[in-house]
């Protein structure tokens, strides 16, 4: 197989990663997690990390390792429910999380890998969200400017590549993964699947490869499941 | 299920008509897929990136993959697509979708919804809700009358840190009904059990009851 953007380790994939790091992660909840590339970390131990992430995992899975191992200082997040240990080390003062509204924090990070620095939303006007922000009316409706935002990093999984880097996701998995690779100045997508430049179909390309600097593949994560549900027969 | 939350969830299925596209928050609004009538087209949409939300799998059938907002488990029926979290929210906030039902920790008489954090105990985030709040057509939100000590949480003005300014249209309670106007808020309905003074004893906001008040 052509080499192309190929690592052979995941960390030859993270291996110039150093303390102070800002790192943007893919996933919802824990759907879509780069899940190897961030247990790579937990090991490589750097600190003092800023993460942009959707949630902050679970105390003991997703970015929620590398927030338990203490290697975080900031996370901005929509969402930090779900993790004792975050939210622990948020009111003690330990780790700072800034609270973005879902739509606005992946709208930030899609502005940000497209090179627009700041764009104005409805979402978050007359909350704490507000608070801070340029005011400006449009047609008679309130909006705020949020800034967009790029990462030194960017972590994001995906179920097929090619060489080159081209991507495609698969169902909900899909998430924040191809803004967050639009965004890291870096992007280090872990992968499935690897097959031959050229057998992806061009139409059905997610991400190409022009956003995707290393590739690594990952086909023994586990997917853990948050919260499964079914249905009787 | 508890009487009060069947209740609700009986009452607020009815919100959603045949055609639409509706994002159902998680808990409570949750539960209210069930209750649409099979003969419906309705499209649930997902801020995990889905519209077109089938029901949970069958044992065996779980797909790691596929969740909804809640992290659970799904389906997705035949016509779902499938896509990333800004195509998701592009559809929230640029007013696509006709409905979106929320759970609410408080509600004000003018309107105001805090649901996404209790300062000092939890930090939870908002998550997705105060972009539904803002972009959706019609916001109705479901939730107990009072909470587990008995207190009022439809108040006078929220003491929670807001979801959204003057946003719900409607509010169902297993108490009642009230929508939300410039001229205030307006009891539409009231459950059958249930007395006028009751309720006031159970709301601190102030309302005005509509003249053709309905028993639900």
Not at chain 1, 180 to 189: E, L
Request: charged fraction near 25%; hydrophobic fraction near 40%; aromatic fraction near 6%.
């Amino acid at each position: 197989m052509t080499k192309g953007k190929i690592m052979t380790s995941i960390d030859e994939a993270i291996h110039d990663i150093t303390d102070g790091a800002t790192i943007i992660v893919g996933g919802f909840g824990l759907v879509g997690i780069p899940e190897l590339l961030i247990q790579g970390l937990r090991n490589k131990g750097v600190k003092n990390l800023t993460l942009v992430s959707n949630t902050c995992g679970v105390d003991d899975w997703g970015v929620g390792l590398l927030i338990s191992n203490r290697q975080v200082k900031k996370v901005i997040a929509s969402y930090a429910g779900e993790n004792k240990t975050a939210e622990e080390l948020f009111f003690n003062g330990e780790m700072e999380i800034e609270l973005s509204p879902q739509g606005t924090l992946i709208e930030r990070i899609r502005a940000g890998g497209a090179g627009i620095p700041a764009f104005y939303t409805a979402t978050g006007v007359g909350t704490l969200v507000a608070k801070g922000k340029e005011h400006k009316e449009f047609d008679g409706k309130t909006y705020i400017l949020e800034r967009g935002i790029t990462g030194d990093f960017a972590f994001v999984k995906a179920w097929k590549a090619d060489p080159l880097g081209n991507l495609v996701f698969r169902k909900t998995a899909r998430n924040f993964n191809p803004l967050a690779a639009m965004a890291g100045k870096i992007t280090i997508a872990e992968v499935e699947e690897i097959v031959e430049i050229g057998e992806l179909d061009p139409d059905q390309i997610h991400t190409p490869s022009i956003y995707v600097q290393r590739i690594v593949l990952g086909d023994s994560s586990l997917k853990r499941i948050e919260r499964r549900k079914v249905r009787q027969v | 299920m508890s009487n009060a939350r069947l209740k609700i969830v009986k009452r607020a299925v009815h919100e959603i008509k045949d055609g639409m596209n509706v994002n159902l928050g998680i808990g409570i609004p949750t539960l209210i897929a069930n209750e649409i009538p099979s003969d419906y087209n309705v499209l649930l949409q997902s801020e995990s990136g889905l519209l077109g939300i089938g029901p949970y799998p069958l044992e065996g059938e779980e797909d790691p993959d596929l969740i909804n907002a809640g992290k659970e488990t799904v389906t997705a029926i035949p016509g779902a697509s499938f896509f990333d979290s800004a195509e998701a929210f592009a559809m929230i906030r640029g007013g696509h979708l006709d409905l979106t039902i929320l759970g609410g920790m408080e509600v004000s008489e003018k309107g105001d919804l805090a649901n996404w954090m209790i300062p000092g105990k939890k930090a939870n985030g908002m998550g997705g809700a105060m972009d539904l709040v803002s972009g959706a057509k019609r916001v109705v939100v479901v939730m107990e009358h009072v909470n587990k000590k008995g207190e009022p949480k439809v108040k006078k003005e929220c003491s929670l840190p807001l979801t959204g300014k003057e946003v719900v249209s409607r509010l169902i309670t297993d108490l009642a009904v009230f929508d939300f106007s410039s001229e205030g808020m307006i009891l539409k309905e009231i459950a059958e059990e249930v007395t006028i003074d009751e309720l006031k004893k159970k709301t601190e906001a102030n309302f005005s009851i509509s003249p053709d008040l309905k028993t639900f």
